[in-house]
């Protein structure tokens, strides 16, 4: 009888025991991903039932709240206060909230103050628990000026592309806008149904660009996606930049150095010449200083520029830019690509990558904010700020809960460097391609860039900074397969006038 005691009481603390386990596992192991996954409708009740924190632009406009409603969810959250070509204009950067479980842009990366739970917010926690009040987020301020977003998102007008502004002294982003957009308030709606065929229409709704041998083409990129910091074109000629910083920091190079510039350059290791645009020849004598390649965008000059340069001295400064490392800004930022970090020194033709590379081109990439901060690095004497998107957060009672504060990101090349650029770029729009980017009574440095982009059509570029004694402002504009391989179609007939627009509007503000 004992003996059949003892085993019985082993079985029940066995289970008793079993118990303790799972339960606890389950409280605490499996806690979050049970919370995160999306078949959770308990989450997602509690999610949309709290008065979840707005995100306001400079200033303090509100372009995202939640609005109380009578339904099971309690709020609805709400962008623009339900004006569909106003929220378009935010939303790459606001994102959605949506009952599916999907959250995306500043929603998702500052969800933690929205939702009013970040480990900061504890002391609120605290009262609400024990008063048992509703929890309320916090109010999530970004950096982006409305004047100046708004500016950048009329002068982009009907073009499929991204423009992205910095404040060149701080990595404040000023404006955001990428075009094709969305209206994320449809992506809002308490009707998981609705929601899922939006978001399927909006995921297949890639734009035409241009028709090759009767084939339509199409963007590799859909209204969802944020083009300032998650799609990645060939950066064209606006990556001359980072060539001519390249020649200067590591082999002496002056703006007055004299370089070769021939009519046409054979890629080393083949037989396939490269000409210049429209097959013009930058100069007569087949030479010319480096300022004056810059200015006119000489491309056999900067072909061969990038093959003196080598490998190693492209390749570094391209990793001194960070642009081989993800920013979290705090949305996740794609990353650049660049042939030497993608071919094998034994490649046949990475000699040819290397110095296509130096008019950015091959297997160059990059997104249109790592442009921008090529000119901001130029524009703030070598010193490269970190991007950022969130200047301050306040809690339900607008108490300060956090502020950021600049920080250096890298140091790419010195300050005489800079300077030297900055010359050189002042020249590219008083006295060369890019004179559509001229601000009276101001003066403005930049870069013109028209990158073949093969099947489909000429991808356009500027990028700016200004003023040029006194820079508050950074520019990178794409315009997304929008050329034509004709002087009226290049980046700096139609991109430059674009980046002038949203600099005057940073200026002005």
Not at 340 to 349: K, T, W
Request: aromatic share 6%; charged share 20%.
């Amino acid at each position: 009888m004992n003996a059949t005691l003892r085993r019985l009481s082993t079985i029940v603390m066995v289970m008793f025991l079993a118990l303790m386990v799972s339960t606890t596992w389950i409280q605490f192991v499996s806690a979050e991903s049970l919370n995160s996954d999306g078949r959770n409708v308990r989450t997602i009740y509690s999610a949309l039932a709290r008065d979840r924190g707005p995100i306001v632009v400079k200033g303090g406009e509100p372009i995202v709240t939640s609005v109380p409603v009578d339904d099971n969810y309690k709020y609805l959250r709400t962008y623009s206060e339900g004006d569909s070509g106003a929220a378009s204009v935010y939303a790459p950067v606001t994102g959605y909230f949506a009952i599916n479980g999907t959250v995306t842009g500043m929603e998702r990366y500052a969800n933690s103050y929205l939702a009013g739970e970040d480990d900061s917010l504890w002391l609120d926690r605290l009262q609400n628990l024990i008063t048992g009040e509703e929890a309320q987020g916090s109010s999530v301020e970004l950096t982006i000026d409305p004047k100046v977003q708004k500016a950048a998102w009329d002068a982009l007008g009907d073009y499929n592309g991204a423009a992205v502004a910095l404040d060149p002294k701080t990595g404040a982003i000023l404006a955001m806008v990428s075009k094709p957009s969305f209206d994320p308030n449809t992506l809002a709606v308490h009707d998981s149904e609705k929601v899922t065929a939006t978001s399927e229409a909006l995921i297949n709704d890639k734009p035409q660009i241009n028709t090759v041998d009767g084939e339509e083409r199409f963007s590799v990129y859909g209204p969802t996606i944020n083009r300032t910091i998650n799609a990645t074109f060939p950066p064209g000629s606006t990556f001359k930049l980072l060539t001519s910083a390249a020649a200067i920091e590591y082999d002496g190079k002056t703006p007055d150095t004299s370089i070769p510039a021939p009519n046409a350059y054979t890629l080393p290791g083949t037989s396939t010449p490269v000409q210049n645009f429209g097959g013009i020849p930058c100069s007569g004598t087949e030479e010319m200083t480096l300022e004056e390649a810059l200015s006119i965008s000489c491309n056999t000059a900067f072909l061969n520029l990038a093959t003196e340069v080598g490998k190693d001295g492209m390749q570094q400064m391209f990793e001194d830019f960070g642009f081989t490392e993800s920013l979290d800004i705090p949305m996740s930022t794609s990353i650049g690509a660049y042939p030497g970090l993608i071919g094998g020194d034994d490649d046949d033709d990475s000699d040819a990558r290397i110095a296509l590379s130096g008019i950015g081109q091959g297997s160059v990439r990059m997104t249109p904010l790592q442009v921008a901060m090529i000119s901001a690095a130029v524009a703030n004497d070598g010193e490269l700020m970190e991007p950022y998107l969130i200047d301050n957060v306040r809690d339900s009672d607008l108490e300060l809960v956090s502020q950021t504060k600049p920080s250096r990101y890298k140091s790419p090349f010195s300050s005489s460097t800079a300077d030297a650029l900055t010359d050189m770029m002042r020249s590219v729009v008083t006295d060369g391609s890019g004179k559509g980017a001229q601000i009276p009574g101001v003066e403005v440095a930049g870069k013109t860039g028209t990158a073949e982009d093969n099947p489909r059509s000429p991808t356009l570029w500027f990028t700016s900074f200004a003023p040029a004694d006194d820079p508050q402002v950074a520019v990178a504009v794409v315009l997304e397969n929008e050329g034509q391989s004709t002087n009226e179609t290049t980046g700096g007939a139609l991109a430059s006038p674009i980046a002038a627009k949203i600099m005057q509007a940073a200026i002005a503000k």
